[in-house]
Protein backbone atom coordinates (compact mmCIF):
# COMPACT_ATOMS: atom_id res chain seq x y z
CA UNK A 1 0.00 0.00 0.00
CA UNK A 2 1.80 2.76 -1.30
CA UNK A 3 0.56 6.75 -1.95
CA UNK A 4 1.31 6.11 -5.43
CA UNK A 5 -1.97 3.78 -4.97
CA UNK A 6 -3.50 6.39 -2.85
CA UNK A 7 -2.98 8.98 -5.76
CA UNK A 8 -4.43 6.13 -8.64
CA UNK A 9 -7.52 5.79 -7.11
CA UNK A 10 -8.28 9.34 -5.60
CA UNK A 11 -7.52 10.49 -9.25
CA UNK A 12 -9.51 12.98 -10.85
CA UNK A 13 -11.75 11.71 -13.55
CA UNK A 14 -13.35 14.32 -16.11
CA UNK A 15 -16.70 14.93 -15.45
CA UNK A 16 -19.78 14.98 -18.10
CA UNK A 17 -20.66 18.68 -19.31
CA UNK A 18 -22.18 20.37 -16.87
CA UNK A 19 -25.00 21.27 -19.17
CA UNK A 20 -26.16 18.02 -17.72
CA UNK A 21 -26.29 18.23 -14.69
CA UNK A 22 -29.98 18.35 -13.90
CA UNK A 23 -33.03 17.79 -11.38
CA UNK A 24 -31.80 15.71 -8.62
CA UNK A 25 -28.51 15.83 -9.84
CA UNK A 26 -28.17 19.75 -9.46
CA UNK A 27 -26.38 21.18 -6.17
CA UNK A 28 -28.08 21.17 -3.28
CA UNK A 29 -31.14 19.18 -4.72
CA UNK A 30 -31.45 17.28 -1.55
CA UNK A 31 -31.53 20.08 1.46
CA UNK A 32 -32.92 17.33 3.95
CA UNK A 33 -30.71 16.86 6.80
CA UNK A 34 -32.37 13.32 7.33
CA UNK A 35 -29.72 12.05 4.32
CA UNK A 36 -27.21 11.70 6.97
CA UNK A 37 -24.58 9.49 8.33
CA UNK A 38 -26.89 9.23 11.17
CA UNK A 39 -29.76 8.13 10.05
CA UNK A 40 -28.19 5.72 7.38
CA UNK A 41 -26.37 3.94 10.03
CA UNK A 42 -28.99 3.48 12.30
CA UNK A 43 -31.78 2.00 9.47
CA UNK A 44 -28.94 0.52 8.33
CA UNK A 45 -28.69 -1.54 11.55
CA UNK A 46 -32.36 -2.93 11.42
CA UNK A 47 -31.98 -3.59 7.95
CA UNK A 48 -28.73 -5.19 8.66
CA UNK A 49 -30.27 -7.64 11.21
CA UNK A 50 -33.09 -8.14 8.95
CA UNK A 51 -30.71 -9.56 6.23
CA UNK A 52 -28.59 -11.70 8.81
CA UNK A 53 -31.80 -12.93 10.15
CA UNK A 54 -33.11 -13.69 6.83
CA UNK A 55 -29.98 -15.77 5.50
CA UNK A 56 -29.28 -17.75 8.82
CA UNK A 57 -33.42 -18.98 8.87
CA UNK A 58 -32.76 -19.10 4.94
CA UNK A 59 -29.78 -21.57 5.23
CA UNK A 60 -31.40 -23.50 8.41
CA UNK A 61 -34.45 -24.22 5.17
CA UNK A 62 -32.08 -24.94 3.14
CA UNK A 63 -30.13 -27.74 4.41
CA UNK A 64 -32.93 -29.10 5.86
CA UNK A 65 -33.98 -29.66 2.09
CA UNK A 66 -30.45 -30.46 1.68
CA UNK A 67 -28.70 -32.01 4.24
CA UNK A 68 -24.93 -32.43 4.00
CA UNK A 69 -23.71 -35.45 6.14
CA UNK A 70 -22.40 -33.56 9.08
CA UNK A 71 -26.48 -32.01 9.08
CA UNK A 72 -29.48 -33.68 11.10
CA UNK A 73 -32.63 -31.96 12.14
CA UNK A 74 -34.65 -32.69 14.41
CA UNK A 75 -38.41 -33.90 14.96
CA UNK A 76 -38.53 -31.54 17.90
CA UNK A 77 -40.00 -29.34 18.49
CA UNK A 78 -42.74 -29.67 16.15
CA UNK A 79 -42.61 -25.58 15.59
CA UNK A 80 -39.07 -25.03 15.38
CA UNK A 81 -39.32 -25.19 11.38
CA UNK A 82 -42.59 -23.13 11.68
CA UNK A 83 -40.50 -20.97 13.60
CA UNK A 84 -37.58 -20.34 11.01
CA UNK A 85 -39.56 -20.04 8.06
CA UNK A 86 -41.83 -17.91 9.18
CA UNK A 87 -39.31 -16.11 10.68
CA UNK A 88 -37.61 -16.13 7.10
CA UNK A 89 -40.87 -14.66 5.23
CA UNK A 90 -41.97 -12.72 7.74
CA UNK A 91 -38.40 -10.30 8.34
CA UNK A 92 -38.37 -10.36 4.80
CA UNK A 93 -40.88 -8.43 3.82
CA UNK A 94 -40.68 -6.41 6.57
CA UNK A 95 -37.15 -5.74 5.41
CA UNK A 96 -38.89 -4.06 2.42
CA UNK A 97 -39.76 -0.59 3.80
CA UNK A 98 -36.36 -0.44 5.85
CA UNK A 99 -34.73 -1.32 2.13
CA UNK A 100 -36.01 1.44 0.27
CA UNK A 101 -35.84 3.89 4.03
CA UNK A 102 -32.29 2.64 4.05
CA UNK A 103 -31.70 3.58 -0.11
CA UNK A 104 -33.41 7.18 0.94
CA UNK A 105 -30.90 8.04 2.96
CA UNK A 106 -28.31 7.81 0.63
CA UNK A 107 -30.23 9.32 -2.62
CA UNK A 108 -27.52 12.58 -2.71
CA UNK A 109 -25.20 9.50 -3.59
CA UNK A 110 -27.27 7.65 -5.99
CA UNK A 111 -27.38 11.21 -7.60
CA UNK A 112 -24.29 12.16 -7.13
CA UNK A 113 -22.36 14.64 -9.90
CA UNK A 114 -20.12 14.02 -10.77
CA UNK A 115 -21.75 10.48 -11.59
CA UNK A 116 -17.59 8.64 -10.20
CA UNK A 117 -15.28 11.55 -9.85
CA UNK A 118 -12.26 9.42 -9.17
CA UNK A 119 -11.59 5.30 -9.88
CA UNK A 120 -12.21 5.25 -6.44
CA UNK A 121 -15.87 6.04 -6.44
CA UNK A 122 -16.31 4.02 -9.46
CA UNK A 123 -14.98 0.99 -8.31
CA UNK A 124 -17.17 2.06 -4.62
CA UNK A 125 -20.46 2.48 -7.34
CA UNK A 126 -19.82 -0.86 -8.61
CA UNK A 127 -19.51 -2.61 -5.67
CA UNK A 128 -22.47 -0.39 -4.11
CA UNK A 129 -24.81 -2.32 -7.81
CA UNK A 130 -23.49 -5.70 -6.59
CA UNK A 131 -25.01 -4.92 -3.09
CA UNK A 132 -28.46 -2.94 -3.93
CA UNK A 133 -28.56 -5.39 -6.94
CA UNK A 134 -28.26 -8.92 -4.53
CA UNK A 135 -30.69 -7.25 -2.04
CA UNK A 136 -33.36 -5.68 -4.07
CA UNK A 137 -33.49 -9.01 -5.74
CA UNK A 138 -33.82 -11.14 -2.56
CA UNK A 139 -37.09 -9.09 -1.58
CA UNK A 140 -38.07 -8.56 -5.16
CA UNK A 141 -37.87 -12.36 -5.93
CA UNK A 142 -39.14 -13.49 -3.01
CA UNK A 143 -41.92 -11.25 -2.86
CA UNK A 144 -42.99 -12.58 -6.55
CA UNK A 145 -42.38 -16.01 -5.21
CA UNK A 146 -44.66 -16.10 -2.44
CA UNK A 147 -47.39 -14.92 -4.80
CA UNK A 148 -46.88 -18.46 -6.66
CA UNK A 149 -45.72 -16.42 -9.89
CA UNK A 150 -42.72 -17.43 -11.93
CA UNK A 151 -41.86 -15.05 -14.47
CA UNK A 152 -37.81 -15.22 -13.68
CA UNK A 153 -36.41 -17.60 -16.21
CA UNK A 154 -34.53 -19.82 -13.52
CA UNK A 155 -35.44 -21.84 -10.42
CA UNK A 156 -36.19 -19.41 -7.73
CA UNK A 157 -34.92 -21.88 -4.94
CA UNK A 158 -31.26 -22.73 -6.84
CA UNK A 159 -31.18 -18.50 -7.52
CA UNK A 160 -32.04 -17.38 -4.21
CA UNK A 161 -30.02 -19.51 -2.26
CA UNK A 162 -26.94 -18.17 -4.26
CA UNK A 163 -27.96 -14.84 -4.40
CA UNK A 164 -28.71 -15.06 -0.37
CA UNK A 165 -24.72 -15.80 -0.22
CA UNK A 166 -23.86 -12.54 -1.89
CA UNK A 167 -26.17 -10.15 -0.38
CA UNK A 168 -24.85 -11.30 3.13
CA UNK A 169 -21.51 -10.81 1.81
CA UNK A 170 -22.22 -7.31 0.34
CA UNK A 171 -24.13 -6.43 2.94
CA UNK A 172 -21.13 -7.42 5.13
CA UNK A 173 -18.92 -5.79 2.97
CA UNK A 174 -20.06 -2.64 3.17
CA UNK A 175 -20.06 -2.74 7.03
CA UNK A 176 -16.59 -2.70 6.62
CA UNK A 177 -16.14 -0.86 4.19
CA UNK A 178 -18.56 1.99 5.77
CA UNK A 179 -16.84 1.59 9.57
CA UNK A 180 -15.99 4.68 10.20
CA UNK A 181 -19.20 6.16 9.00
CA UNK A 182 -20.82 3.65 10.84
CA UNK A 183 -18.96 4.12 14.30
CA UNK A 184 -20.17 7.82 13.78
CA UNK A 185 -23.54 7.32 12.94
CA UNK A 186 -24.34 4.81 15.57
CA UNK A 187 -22.85 7.20 18.42
CA UNK A 188 -24.27 9.21 20.35
CA UNK A 189 -25.24 12.39 19.20
CA UNK A 190 -22.75 14.92 20.77
CA UNK A 191 -20.19 12.88 21.85
CA UNK A 192 -16.66 12.57 20.50
CA UNK A 193 -17.28 9.57 19.07
CA UNK A 194 -19.76 11.03 16.45
CA UNK A 195 -17.20 13.03 14.96
CA UNK A 196 -13.97 10.29 14.85
CA UNK A 197 -11.96 10.73 12.26
CA UNK A 198 -13.17 14.39 10.92
CA UNK A 199 -11.36 17.64 10.65
CA UNK A 200 -12.99 20.45 12.56
CA UNK A 201 -14.67 21.93 10.23
CA UNK A 202 -16.49 19.07 8.65
CA UNK A 203 -17.60 17.85 12.65
CA UNK A 204 -19.04 20.96 12.60
CA UNK A 205 -21.44 20.44 9.77
CA UNK A 206 -22.10 16.90 10.36
CA UNK A 207 -23.41 18.19 14.08
CA UNK A 208 -25.10 21.17 12.60
CA UNK A 209 -26.62 18.46 10.15
CA UNK A 210 -27.73 16.55 12.98
CA UNK A 211 -28.83 19.34 14.26
CA UNK A 212 -31.22 20.71 11.34
CA UNK A 213 -32.62 17.06 11.27
CA UNK A 214 -34.91 17.74 14.57
CA UNK A 215 -36.63 21.13 13.14
CA UNK A 216 -36.62 20.21 9.72
CA UNK A 217 -40.06 20.37 8.14
CA UNK A 218 -40.08 16.92 7.90
CA UNK A 219 -38.29 15.96 11.00
CA UNK A 220 -36.26 13.17 12.42
CA UNK A 221 -39.11 11.83 14.57
CA UNK A 222 -41.82 11.94 11.07
CA UNK A 223 -38.25 10.29 9.18
CA UNK A 224 -38.31 7.25 12.36
CA UNK A 225 -42.37 7.59 12.72
CA UNK A 226 -42.60 6.94 8.72
CA UNK A 227 -40.18 4.02 9.03
CA UNK A 228 -41.89 2.86 11.69
CA UNK A 229 -45.62 2.84 10.46
CA UNK A 230 -44.14 1.25 7.39
CA UNK A 231 -42.70 -1.80 9.08
CA UNK A 232 -45.47 -1.98 10.86
CA UNK A 233 -47.97 -1.82 8.17
CA UNK A 234 -46.35 -4.40 6.16
CA UNK A 235 -46.13 -6.64 9.16
CA UNK A 236 -49.94 -6.47 10.29
CA UNK A 237 -51.36 -6.77 7.19
CA UNK A 238 -48.84 -10.07 6.09
CA UNK A 239 -47.66 -11.74 9.18
CA UNK A 240 -51.18 -13.04 9.66
CA UNK A 241 -50.52 -16.08 7.31
CA UNK A 242 -48.00 -17.03 10.38
CA UNK A 243 -49.17 -15.44 13.35
CA UNK A 244 -52.58 -16.91 13.33
CA UNK A 245 -53.98 -14.40 15.97
CA UNK A 246 -53.19 -11.63 13.14
CA UNK A 247 -55.08 -13.52 10.30
CA UNK A 248 -58.03 -11.48 10.42
CA UNK A 249 -56.27 -8.13 10.49
CA UNK A 250 -53.51 -9.43 7.43
CA UNK A 251 -55.97 -8.05 5.02
CA UNK A 252 -52.84 -8.33 2.39
CA UNK A 253 -51.53 -11.84 3.19
CA UNK A 254 -51.43 -14.13 0.61
CA UNK A 255 -52.87 -17.15 2.97
CA UNK A 256 -54.85 -17.25 5.32
CA UNK A 257 -54.63 -20.15 8.37
CA UNK A 258 -57.75 -22.19 8.52
CA UNK A 259 -58.91 -21.35 5.50
CA UNK A 260 -58.82 -24.46 2.94
CA UNK A 261 -60.42 -27.99 2.22
CA UNK A 262 -60.85 -29.28 5.69
CA UNK A 263 -59.92 -25.83 7.20
CA UNK A 264 -56.16 -26.06 5.88
CA UNK A 265 -54.62 -24.49 3.14
CA UNK A 266 -52.92 -26.40 0.58
CA UNK A 267 -49.80 -25.67 -1.97
CA UNK A 268 -50.41 -27.74 -4.58
CA UNK A 269 -53.89 -29.43 -5.80
CA UNK A 270 -54.50 -32.89 -6.58
CA UNK A 271 -55.77 -31.18 -10.07
CA UNK A 272 -52.51 -29.54 -10.61
CA UNK A 273 -50.51 -32.73 -9.37
CA UNK A 274 -52.08 -34.79 -12.12
CA UNK A 275 -53.21 -37.34 -9.05
CA UNK A 276 -57.68 -37.46 -9.31
CA UNK A 277 -57.64 -40.61 -11.05
CA UNK A 278 -55.42 -42.54 -8.90
CA UNK A 279 -55.72 -41.33 -5.73
CA UNK A 280 -59.67 -42.43 -6.08
CA UNK A 281 -58.51 -45.84 -7.94
CA UNK A 282 -60.00 -48.93 -5.67
CA UNK A 283 -56.79 -50.45 -7.21
CA UNK A 284 -54.52 -48.11 -4.65
CA UNK A 285 -52.11 -50.16 -2.19
CA UNK A 286 -49.21 -48.19 -0.57
CA UNK A 287 -46.47 -49.93 -0.82
CA UNK A 288 -43.54 -50.72 1.31
CA UNK A 289 -40.19 -51.84 0.36
CA UNK A 290 -39.36 -53.69 3.37
CA UNK A 291 -37.18 -56.88 3.97
CA UNK A 292 -41.04 -58.27 4.03
CA UNK A 293 -42.84 -56.42 1.16
CA UNK A 294 -46.40 -55.24 1.79
CA UNK A 295 -49.01 -53.89 -0.15
CA UNK A 296 -51.48 -52.39 1.62
CA UNK A 297 -54.92 -51.03 0.87
CA UNK A 298 -56.57 -48.05 2.53
CA UNK A 299 -58.47 -50.70 4.36
CA UNK A 300 -55.01 -52.52 6.21
CA UNK A 301 -53.72 -49.03 6.96
CA UNK A 302 -56.94 -48.32 9.05
CA UNK A 303 -56.44 -51.81 10.66
CA UNK A 304 -53.23 -50.22 12.30
CA UNK A 305 -53.61 -48.54 15.50
CA UNK A 306 -54.67 -45.57 14.61
CA UNK A 307 -53.47 -42.26 15.99
CA UNK A 308 -54.17 -38.72 16.36
CA UNK A 309 -51.83 -35.65 16.54
CA UNK A 310 -52.18 -31.92 16.23
CA UNK A 311 -49.09 -31.02 13.60
CA UNK A 312 -48.78 -27.98 11.90
CA UNK A 313 -48.49 -27.57 7.33
CA UNK A 314 -45.56 -25.09 7.45
CA UNK A 315 -45.27 -24.26 3.93
CA UNK A 316 -41.60 -22.85 2.85
CA UNK A 317 -43.72 -19.54 1.59
CA UNK A 318 -44.16 -18.56 4.92
CA UNK A 319 -47.40 -19.45 5.92
CA UNK A 320 -48.92 -22.70 8.57
CA UNK A 321 -51.66 -23.54 9.97
CA UNK A 322 -52.56 -26.60 12.16
CA UNK A 323 -54.44 -29.84 11.59
CA UNK A 324 -56.11 -32.46 13.65
CA UNK A 325 -54.07 -35.56 11.74
CA UNK A 326 -55.00 -39.15 11.99
CA UNK A 327 -53.46 -42.66 11.18
CA UNK A 328 -51.06 -45.10 11.62
CA UNK A 329 -47.68 -44.49 13.17
CA UNK A 330 -44.95 -44.40 10.51
CA UNK A 331 -42.35 -46.33 12.58
CA UNK A 332 -45.31 -49.10 13.36
CA UNK A 333 -45.96 -49.82 9.17
CA UNK A 334 -41.72 -49.43 8.96
CA UNK A 335 -41.48 -52.32 12.02
CA UNK A 336 -44.36 -54.48 10.08
CA UNK A 337 -42.53 -54.61 6.94
CA UNK A 338 -39.52 -55.27 9.06
CA UNK A 339 -37.74 -52.26 8.26
CA UNK A 340 -35.67 -51.15 11.61
CA UNK A 341 -36.30 -48.65 13.54
CA UNK A 342 -34.37 -45.58 13.19
CA UNK A 343 -33.35 -46.22 9.55
CA UNK A 344 -34.81 -43.39 7.13
CA UNK A 345 -36.67 -44.08 4.14
CA UNK A 346 -37.72 -42.56 1.25
CA UNK A 347 -41.90 -41.72 0.60
CA UNK A 348 -43.05 -41.66 -3.09
CA UNK A 349 -46.21 -39.75 -4.30
CA UNK A 350 -48.37 -40.84 -6.43
CA UNK A 351 -47.69 -37.90 -8.45
CA UNK A 352 -46.06 -38.73 -11.85
CA UNK A 353 -43.55 -34.91 -11.76
CA UNK A 354 -42.74 -32.15 -10.01
CA UNK A 355 -39.50 -31.38 -8.19
CA UNK A 356 -41.32 -32.95 -4.59
CA UNK A 357 -42.36 -36.21 -5.75
CA UNK A 358 -39.95 -38.25 -3.68
CA UNK A 359 -39.02 -37.09 -0.11
CA UNK A 360 -36.60 -38.47 2.45
CA UNK A 361 -37.85 -39.39 5.92
CA UNK A 362 -34.36 -39.19 7.89
CA UNK A 363 -33.82 -40.92 11.21
CA UNK A 364 -35.03 -38.84 13.99
CA UNK A 365 -38.50 -38.52 12.24
CA UNK A 366 -39.07 -42.21 10.78
CA UNK A 367 -38.62 -43.00 14.66
CA UNK A 368 -41.05 -40.04 15.99
CA UNK A 369 -44.07 -41.28 17.50
CA UNK A 370 -45.52 -38.28 16.01
CA UNK A 371 -44.45 -39.10 12.07
CA UNK A 372 -48.06 -40.16 10.70
CA UNK A 373 -49.01 -41.63 7.74
CA UNK A 374 -52.30 -39.63 8.28
CA UNK A 375 -55.53 -41.05 6.54
CA UNK A 376 -57.63 -38.18 8.12
CA UNK A 377 -57.42 -34.51 8.98
CA UNK A 378 -59.88 -32.87 11.62
CA UNK A 379 -61.74 -36.24 11.94
CA UNK A 380 -62.92 -36.89 8.50
CA UNK A 381 -60.87 -38.52 5.84
CA UNK A 382 -58.69 -36.87 3.73
CA UNK A 383 -59.95 -34.31 1.16
CA UNK A 384 -58.59 -34.76 -2.53
CA UNK A 385 -56.20 -32.06 -1.82
CA UNK A 386 -54.46 -32.96 0.89
CA UNK A 387 -53.43 -36.35 -0.13
CA UNK A 388 -56.22 -39.02 0.05
CA UNK A 389 -55.80 -41.57 0.75
CA UNK A 390 -52.97 -41.40 2.11
CA UNK A 391 -50.30 -38.86 3.27
CA UNK A 392 -47.16 -38.46 5.49
CA UNK A 393 -47.27 -35.68 8.03
CA UNK A 394 -43.99 -35.54 10.55
CA UNK A 395 -43.32 -32.79 12.87
CA UNK A 396 -40.96 -29.88 12.26
CA UNK A 397 -40.64 -30.07 8.65
CA UNK A 398 -41.46 -28.20 5.55
CA UNK A 399 -44.39 -28.18 3.64
CA UNK A 400 -43.20 -29.91 0.67
CA UNK A 401 -41.60 -32.89 2.40
CA UNK A 402 -44.91 -33.54 3.94
CA UNK A 403 -45.58 -36.13 0.38
CA UNK A 404 -49.33 -36.09 -0.42
CA UNK A 405 -50.79 -39.11 -2.08
CA UNK A 406 -48.00 -41.51 -1.02
CA UNK A 407 -47.99 -44.95 -2.52
CA UNK A 408 -44.35 -46.34 -2.12
CA UNK A 409 -42.09 -46.22 1.01
CA UNK A 410 -38.53 -47.84 1.08
CA UNK A 411 -35.47 -47.60 3.00
CA UNK A 412 -32.67 -45.26 1.73
CA UNK A 413 -32.32 -41.56 0.82
CA UNK A 414 -34.33 -39.48 -2.62
CA UNK A 415 -35.43 -36.86 -3.54
CA UNK A 416 -36.06 -33.81 -1.34
CA UNK A 417 -33.99 -34.07 1.62
CA UNK A 418 -31.78 -36.58 0.64
CA UNK B 1 -21.73 17.16 6.77
CA UNK B 2 -24.75 15.53 5.30
CA UNK B 3 -24.31 12.91 3.06
CA UNK B 4 -24.82 15.53 0.39
CA UNK B 5 -22.21 17.59 1.17
CA UNK B 6 -19.67 14.50 1.04
CA UNK B 7 -21.00 13.59 -1.95
CA UNK B 8 -20.09 16.88 -3.32
CA UNK B 9 -16.46 16.15 -1.93
CA UNK B 10 -14.42 15.40 -4.95
CA UNK B 11 -14.92 18.91 -5.57
CA UNK B 12 -14.06 19.49 -2.03
CA UNK B 13 -11.37 22.34 -1.81
CA UNK B 14 -10.13 21.14 1.80
CA UNK B 15 -10.36 17.66 0.59
CA UNK B 16 -7.53 18.04 -2.32
CA UNK B 17 -5.25 19.58 0.11
CA UNK B 18 -4.87 16.60 2.37
CA UNK B 19 -2.97 15.35 0.33
CA UNK B 20 0.30 17.85 0.20
CA UNK B 21 1.24 18.95 -3.13
CA UNK B 22 -0.35 16.75 -5.15
CA UNK B 23 -2.94 18.77 -7.41
CA UNK B 24 -4.78 15.38 -9.16
CA UNK B 25 -5.52 13.88 -6.29
CA UNK B 26 -8.97 14.32 -5.02
CA UNK B 27 -9.78 11.71 -2.43
CA UNK B 28 -9.22 13.28 1.44
CA UNK B 29 -9.78 9.68 3.19
CA UNK B 30 -6.89 8.32 0.87
CA UNK B 31 -8.51 5.34 0.33
CA UNK B 32 -5.97 2.66 0.12
CA UNK B 33 -3.81 3.39 3.56
CA UNK B 34 -6.03 5.48 5.74
CA UNK B 35 -5.29 5.01 9.08
CA UNK B 36 -8.78 6.48 10.23
CA UNK B 37 -10.68 3.14 10.39
CA UNK B 38 -11.64 0.91 12.69
CA UNK B 39 -9.70 -2.29 13.36
CA UNK B 40 -13.28 -4.38 13.27
CA UNK B 41 -13.74 -3.51 9.52
CA UNK B 42 -11.71 -6.46 8.57
CA UNK B 43 -14.32 -8.71 10.47
CA UNK B 44 -16.83 -8.04 8.15
CA UNK B 45 -15.10 -7.05 4.94
CA UNK B 46 -13.20 -10.26 4.63
CA UNK B 47 -16.14 -12.85 6.06
CA UNK B 48 -17.74 -10.64 3.64
CA UNK B 49 -16.01 -10.75 0.66
CA UNK B 50 -15.65 -15.25 1.03
CA UNK B 51 -19.37 -15.54 1.49
CA UNK B 52 -19.71 -13.04 -1.87
CA UNK B 53 -17.42 -14.94 -3.88
CA UNK B 54 -18.82 -18.37 -2.95
CA UNK B 55 -21.96 -16.94 -3.91
CA UNK B 56 -20.69 -16.26 -7.53
CA UNK B 57 -19.17 -19.61 -7.56
CA UNK B 58 -22.73 -21.56 -6.36
CA UNK B 59 -24.29 -18.98 -9.41
CA UNK B 60 -21.73 -19.92 -11.71
CA UNK B 61 -21.64 -23.81 -11.13
CA UNK B 62 -25.42 -23.86 -11.20
CA UNK B 63 -25.75 -25.18 -14.79
CA UNK B 64 -29.18 -25.43 -16.22
CA UNK B 65 -31.17 -24.42 -13.22
CA UNK B 66 -29.81 -20.91 -13.30
CA UNK B 67 -29.14 -19.57 -16.53
CA UNK B 68 -26.86 -16.28 -16.02
CA UNK B 69 -28.23 -14.13 -18.53
CA UNK B 70 -32.43 -14.32 -17.05
CA UNK B 71 -30.02 -14.26 -13.11
CA UNK B 72 -28.22 -10.91 -14.47
CA UNK B 73 -31.36 -10.09 -15.85
CA UNK B 74 -32.92 -9.82 -12.54
CA UNK B 75 -29.62 -9.05 -10.44
CA UNK B 76 -29.52 -5.85 -13.01
CA UNK B 77 -33.24 -5.36 -13.81
CA UNK B 78 -33.20 -5.13 -9.79
CA UNK B 79 -31.17 -2.17 -8.89
CA UNK B 80 -32.24 -0.27 -12.24
CA UNK B 81 -35.94 -0.74 -10.72
CA UNK B 82 -35.10 1.42 -7.67
CA UNK B 83 -32.81 3.49 -9.73
CA UNK B 84 -34.64 4.39 -12.65
CA UNK B 85 -37.97 3.90 -11.22
CA UNK B 86 -38.79 3.93 -7.46
CA UNK B 87 -35.97 6.84 -6.64
CA UNK B 88 -37.24 9.23 -9.37
CA UNK B 89 -40.63 8.85 -8.33
CA UNK B 90 -40.24 9.55 -4.86
CA UNK B 91 -38.10 12.31 -5.66
CA UNK B 92 -40.43 13.85 -7.77
CA UNK B 93 -43.76 13.32 -5.33
CA UNK B 94 -40.95 15.01 -2.61
CA UNK B 95 -40.16 18.49 -4.75
CA UNK B 96 -44.47 18.44 -5.31
CA UNK B 97 -44.24 18.63 -1.63
CA UNK B 98 -42.13 20.84 -1.17
CA UNK B 99 -43.49 23.01 -3.45
CA UNK B 100 -47.17 22.87 -2.74
CA UNK B 101 -47.45 21.68 0.75
CA UNK B 102 -47.72 24.02 3.97
CA UNK B 103 -44.55 23.40 5.93
CA UNK B 104 -46.65 21.60 8.72
CA UNK B 105 -48.57 19.34 6.20
CA UNK B 106 -45.24 17.59 5.22
CA UNK B 107 -44.71 15.36 7.83
CA UNK B 108 -48.13 13.39 7.93
CA UNK B 109 -48.52 13.36 4.20
CA UNK B 110 -44.52 11.79 3.64
CA UNK B 111 -45.85 9.60 6.71
CA UNK B 112 -48.92 8.79 4.83
CA UNK B 113 -47.30 8.24 1.25
CA UNK B 114 -44.42 5.65 2.67
CA UNK B 115 -46.90 3.72 4.53
CA UNK B 116 -49.74 3.66 1.16
CA UNK B 117 -46.30 3.22 -1.07
CA UNK B 118 -45.30 0.17 0.43
CA UNK B 119 -48.67 -1.39 1.18
CA UNK B 120 -49.16 -0.85 -2.31
CA UNK B 121 -45.52 -2.39 -3.44
CA UNK B 122 -46.01 -5.50 -1.36
CA UNK B 123 -49.85 -5.88 -3.05
CA UNK B 124 -49.18 -5.79 -6.11
CA UNK B 125 -47.71 -9.43 -6.97
CA UNK B 126 -51.01 -10.72 -5.56
CA UNK B 127 -53.21 -8.11 -7.54
CA UNK B 128 -51.18 -8.19 -11.00
CA UNK B 129 -49.84 -11.70 -10.32
CA UNK B 130 -50.20 -14.74 -12.10
CA UNK B 131 -54.01 -15.39 -10.15
CA UNK B 132 -52.35 -19.15 -9.83
CA UNK B 133 -53.96 -22.58 -9.50
CA UNK B 134 -57.55 -21.34 -10.24
CA UNK B 135 -58.77 -25.27 -7.95
CA UNK B 136 -57.03 -23.73 -4.88
CA UNK B 137 -59.34 -21.42 -2.73
CA UNK B 138 -57.12 -21.61 -0.10
CA UNK B 139 -54.44 -19.41 -2.47
CA UNK B 140 -54.81 -15.56 -2.28
CA UNK B 141 -58.65 -16.25 -0.43
CA UNK B 142 -59.24 -12.18 0.23
CA UNK B 143 -60.14 -9.47 -2.42
CA UNK B 144 -56.54 -7.68 -2.29
CA UNK B 145 -57.11 -4.88 -4.86
CA UNK B 146 -60.33 -3.74 -2.79
CA UNK B 147 -58.32 -4.37 0.81
CA UNK B 148 -55.40 -2.54 -0.81
CA UNK B 149 -58.29 0.70 -1.29
CA UNK B 150 -59.76 0.41 1.70
CA UNK B 151 -56.08 0.61 3.74
CA UNK B 152 -54.36 3.21 1.64
CA UNK B 153 -58.04 5.13 1.99
CA UNK B 154 -58.00 5.14 5.88
CA UNK B 155 -54.57 5.51 6.13
CA UNK B 156 -54.83 9.35 3.90
CA UNK B 157 -58.02 9.77 5.97
CA UNK B 158 -55.58 9.87 9.24
CA UNK B 159 -52.93 11.76 7.12
CA UNK B 160 -55.26 14.71 6.07
CA UNK B 161 -56.94 14.97 9.37
CA UNK B 162 -53.74 15.05 11.25
CA UNK B 163 -52.34 17.50 8.26
CA UNK B 164 -55.40 20.08 9.08
CA UNK B 165 -54.79 19.97 12.74
CA UNK B 166 -51.24 20.54 12.17
CA UNK B 167 -51.92 23.33 9.92
CA UNK B 168 -54.51 24.97 12.12
CA UNK B 169 -52.21 24.95 15.08
CA UNK B 170 -49.09 26.43 13.10
CA UNK B 171 -51.28 29.36 12.73
CA UNK B 172 -52.55 29.70 15.59
CA UNK B 173 -49.37 29.74 16.96
CA UNK B 174 -48.41 32.16 14.58
CA UNK B 175 -51.13 34.64 15.36
CA UNK B 176 -50.59 34.60 19.32
CA UNK B 177 -46.50 34.54 18.68
Redesign the interface.
Known sequence: MTSALDRALGARLPAPPEQLRRGPFRRGAFPSPLHSERRAARVGVWLGAAFAICFVTGLISHLVQHPPGWFSWPASPVWLYRFTQGTHVAVGLAAIPLLLVKLWTVYPKLFEWPPAGSPSRLVSRLSILVLVGAGVMQLLTGLINISQWYPFGFFFTVAHYWTGWIAIGAVAVHVGAKAPQIRRGLARRGSPAATAGLSAPQAAELTAVDADAERNPVSRRAFVLATGAGVGAVALTTWGQTVTPLSQVSLLAPRIPGVGPQGVPVNQTAEGAGVTETAVDPAYRLVVDGPERLELTLADLAGFDQYTERLPITCVEGWSSDGEWTGPRLRDVLAAAGIPAGTAVTVESLQTGGLYRVSTVAAPHAASPRTLLALQLSGAPLDLDHGYPARLIAPNRPGVMQTKWITRIAPGTGGIGA | ???????????DD?AAGR?PD?A????PR????SA???W?????????????????Y??LT?GG???L???G????G??L???LV???V??GLGWLAARFLP??A???V??AA??SG??S???L??IL??P??P????????D?GR??L??VAA?WLVAGLWSVVAVHRARSALREG
Do not use: C, Q
Open positions: MSVADEADRSTRVDYASDRPATLTPWRWLFLLPGLAAGLYGAGLARVPVAWTWFLSALHDLAPWVRPRGPVVAVVLLVAPFGDGDGDPSFLPRYNLLIV
